[in-house]
């Protein structure tokens, strides 16, 4: 079992609608949640961060943590075609950081 | 500097050569790491320092791979023998050392095994 899961993908949603990306872990002492966006031949870029159960929102991005289930996610309000990327849900049991295989995501205009 | 950065951004290496990536982080952090990222998939951890101290290295894929950072700042990631299987992009990101930090990544080097 891979620490950190991601479904591939490709996901696929209109301009305007919600995109729905999802991540479980296997640490769970893992204390850090990060989601990264890369797009096509650049480096990761930081979205998002959530340390505590619940729900995290930046402006369109919503961010949430259930620590129980070890389970992270992040919702994409109003997607437009520039949110077109590939998504790294990752995660910091310690000091060190985890990777998933990251999901593709395109926008349709 | 200004963020992290890393050399050579492309690197074409023979079967069997080997060969040296540098990584020079943000100044003060103390957390350095090596990541491996084959196209189309997320970065595969390699290795991890805290100042000069190689924590975890358990994620390198062979001995054939080696890391180290021996003041403390600038990292140098080996490869020796080159196989078409080490071809990806090699990413270093650093941070501050609280695990609530973000990782500041450099461009990676784009490494090529013919």
């Known amino acids: 079992q891979k620490e950190v899961e991601q479904n591939s993908g490709p996901l696929s949603v209109p301009e305007g609608a919600i995109a729905s990306l999802n991540c479980t872990y296997s640490d769970r002492g893992s204390q850090s949640f990060f989601w990264y966006r890369q797009y096509s031949g650049k480096s990761p870029e930081l979205i998002m961060s959530i340390y505590s159960n619940g729900d995290k929102e930046d402006g369109r991005f919503t961010a949430q943590l259930n620590k129980a289930s070890q389970y992270v996610s992040l919702l994409i309000r109003d997607s437009q075609p520039s949110d077109s990327a590939t998504y790294l849900c990752?995660?910091?049991?310690?000091?060190?950081?985890?990777f998933g295989a990251g999901t593709r995501l395109t926008v349709k205009p | 500097g200004a963020g992290v950065s890393q050399s050579p951004r492309y690197k074409v290496a023979k079967r069997g050569q080997d060969v040296a990536l540098r990584c020079d982080p943000i100044?003060?952090?103390?957390?350095l790491f090596w990541y491996q990222q084959a196209l189309g998939q997320g970065p595969e951890f390699l290795t991890y320092?805290?100042?000069?101290?190689?924590?975890?290295k358990s994620g390198l894929p062979s001995d054939r791979f080696f890391a180290e950072r021996p003041e403390g700042s600038v990292s140098t990631l080996k490869i020796q023998r080159t196989q078409q299987e080490d071809s990806a992009v090699y990413l270093c990101a650093s941070s501050p050392v609280q695990v609530r930090e973000k990782l500041f990544f450099g461009s990676g080097t784009q490494l090529s095994v013919l």
């Open positions: 100044s003060g952090h103390v957390s």
């Open positions: 990752a995660v910091r049991p310690f000091n060190d950081m985890r």
């Open positions: 320092f805290q100042n000069e101290a190689q924590l975890d």
